[in-house]
């Protein structure tokens, strides 16, 4: 027999409660319908990031730069000194060789004591020029020694030398491998950002740094003569600069539309120290590598209205980025990641100084 029993009435206070759930969710679904969806960053933020994170990729590169040159240095003093201890221990080993011989024949002159021998000796004249013989072996026996201990000492120094110059190299290929991650981890996150920009986007930033670049090129034409400033003549622009130095400026012209590469230094790539010391190479003339170092390398010259062409140009608080300048308010130099070694106006970066090889 089927029951008749009424359905159980819901409880109030959880009817109260489903309810008001159930408004929360429409209202939260509502808000969420009509809020406006996050705002994508604008082409010009994105370069904002872009660059500073290009700039900081940069600061790591020449830390990478310095770390490399340490890492070298330090290669070739561990190969000299490896080299001394090989060739000191030849020397010890032919020391200990003739200390041996030397012991050989006094225990063939002299095996039994000298008193004895002379009282046997059939011919005391003989007997005298052997002791003779055997106190200049002892005499003998005694410097190889010392040569000896000097020698042990000597490689011991050694030794110690090389070990420390091991561990300094463990030390730097060690950070030599932090740089290099760190330079990867900004390039990285630059063409992240750069990748959230349209193909449209990122064809009329190009078409804005081309367009800045060819501007600063001509300015730079006027600042040369109908000879040219590369050839060495005088340029209208600024004062020339040495023979030397005006070698050097023509090389690194040589090189506009060379890449940017992060920690090269040519022939067919460059980051920005690795083409102004490359460029000086090709004049003859040794510059240190990183930029920092390069900053000391010769006279400051901190009036831009005193600077000559092909003086380098050093720009940012910690001096992590250097060109040459061109004249007529311009710099040649290779500017980051993504660019090419280019022409540019002085004012788009920080000058510091000059630097007058």
């Not at 991650?181 to 959230?196: C, D, S």
């Not at 230094?265 to 190479?281: I, K, N, Q, V």
Request: proline share 3%.
């Amino acid at each position: 027999m089927a029951s008749h029993r009424r359905p159980k009435q819901p409880n109030r206070a959880r009817v109260t409660v489903l309810t008001a759930t159930a408004a929360a969710a429409v209202a939260l679904t509502s808000q969420a319908a009509n809020a406006a969806p996050s705002e994508k960053p604008s082409k010009d933020e994105v370069k904002s990031k872009v660059d500073k994170l290009y700039e900081e990729a940069e600061k790591a590169t020449e830390k990478f730069n310095g770390a490399k040159e340490k890492q070298q240095k330090l290669e070739k003093q561990v190969d000299r000194l490896q080299d001394k201890v090989a060739r000191g221990q030849d020397d010890l080993n032919d020391l200990r060789s003739g200390l041996g011989s030397l012991a050989s024949a006094q225990y063939r002159s002299g095996g039994i004591d000298p008193s004895v021998q002379l009282f046997l000796s059939s011919d005391p004249d003989s007997y005298l020029d052997k002791a003779s013989a055997l106190d200049q072996l002892s005499t003998k026996q005694a410097e190889a020694l010392k040569k000896i201990q000097a020698k042990q000492r000597t490689l011991a120094q050694q030794r110690k030398e090389a070990s420390g110059k091991l561990a300094d190299l463990a030390t730097t290929r060690e950070e030599l491998g932090k740089k290099k991650r760190e330079v990867q981890g900004k390039l990285g996150e630059a063409q992240r950002l750069l990748n959230t920009l349209s193909a449209q986007e990122r064809a009329a930033l190009k078409a804005k740094e081309d367009r800045a670049s060819r501007a600063a090129e001509r300015k730079a034409a006027d600042a040369s003569d109908a000879s040219g400033a590369s050839k060495g003549e005088a340029p209208k622009g600024g004062a020339k600069g040495s023979g030397r130095t005006m070698s050097a400026y023509a090389a690194a012209q040589s090189k506009i539309g060379s890449p940017y590469v992060y920690g090269a230094s040519g022939p067919s790539s460059f980051d920005c120290s690795g083409l102004t010391s490359w460029a000086y190479a090709q004049a003859g003339v040794s510059i240190p590598r990183t930029s920092q170092a390069q900053a000391n390398a010769g006279t400051r010259i901190y009036s831009q209205s005193d600077l000559k062409v092909g003086d380098l140009v050093i720009f940012y608080g910690d001096l992590h980025h250097v060109g040459f300048y061109a004249g007529n308010g311009q710099v040649l130099h290779a500017p980051r990641t993504g660019a090419v070694v280019r022409y540019e106006s002085i004012n788009n970066m920080p000058y510091q100084f000059g630097v007058r090889i």
